[in-house]
């Protein structure tokens, strides 16, 4: 693992402590209707009626995971190089019966068998942590079987340049939609080395990968809001905070 990443391992190894103080909390949430968007639900449903086998990269609290068995999916494998969340994600879904599996490791490198998923799932902070954009799209590539698809719910690429003011929405001086990294000053990263990745990136690093591109939706709604009262108006409709893509092998 190389240095940065190390880096912002220990950083989420600290900020996973979360899910294991809010424990109960998470497990009555995934005990409930589930934490996958309407969106979400409509885009893998023809996907989720197969029963497929599933790996969720950088599962963290595993909610998404205990929401997909439910939704149909066969099995889920949840892979995070944090083994604080990995293990508060694993005591939750065998607390609740779910078939939900963790694996400690990085991505990309993901140690499970080629070709012998039938969804990789993935996102809501998930992309920008990734340093190399093509090999974790070709990770993905290499788990999939033939016909399996990738699933993606993320952050839009140009978040980082949204101020929170609350009465205009502004970008911020000290960030580029082009640049390769920054800081991260919000939590729960605090402190790690995120990466950027444009839209186009991202949708390039996928087709060189081998897949085809069937789903990309923008979306106006972030994926995540802080718990206080914070209301940007960077979130108010005008700009795009989420997407949705849904690529097949
Ligand atoms: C913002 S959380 C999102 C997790 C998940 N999608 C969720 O909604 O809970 C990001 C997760 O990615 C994990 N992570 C970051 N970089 C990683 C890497 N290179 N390999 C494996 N896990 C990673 C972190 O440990 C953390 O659990």
């Not at 086998?53 to 997909?68: E, I, P, R, T």
């Not at 963790?102 to 942590?129: C, F, M, Q």
């Amino acid at each position: 693992m190389d240095e940065v990443v190390a880096g912002n391992r220990v950083v989420w190894e600290r900020a996973s402590t979360k899910h294991v103080r809010e424990y109960d909390e998470l497990l009555e949430e995934a005990r409930g209707e589930g934490s996958l968007f309407a969106r979400e639900r409509e885009l893998l449903a023809p996907v989720l009626e197969e029963g497929p086998v599933v790996v969720h990269f950088q599962s963290g609290h595993g909610l998404d995971d205990v929401a997909l068995v439910k939704a149909g999916a066969k099995s889920v494998v949840g892979v995070d190089y944090s083994s604080v969340a990995a293990g508060a994600a694993q005591r939750r879904a065998t607390e609740l019966g779910m078939a939900c599996r963790y694996v400690v490791a990085e991505v990309p490198g993901v140690p499970v068998r080629d070709a012998s998923v039938d969804l990789v799932y993935t996102g809501k902070g998930a992309l920008i942590w990734m340093r190399d954009i093509d090999a974790w799209a070709r990770d993905a590539a290499r788990l999939l079987r033939p016909g399996g698809h990738l699933f993606v719910y993320e952050a839009h690429p140009a978040v980082p340049l949204w101020t929170w003011d609350e009465d205009e929405p502004q970008i911020r001086p000290d960030r580029s939609y082009f640049a390769e990294s920054h800081i991260n000053d919000t939590f729960p990263g605090n402190g790690a080395q995120e990466w950027q990745w444009t839209l186009g990136q991202i949708v390039t690093a996928i087709t060189k990968a081998g897949l085809r591109l069937q789903v990309l939706e923008e979306y106006a709604e972030p994926f995540w809001r802080p718990q206080d009262d914070t209301n940007a108006a960077a979130w108010s409709g005008r700009l795009p905070n989420s997407y949705a893509l849904l690529a097949q092998r």
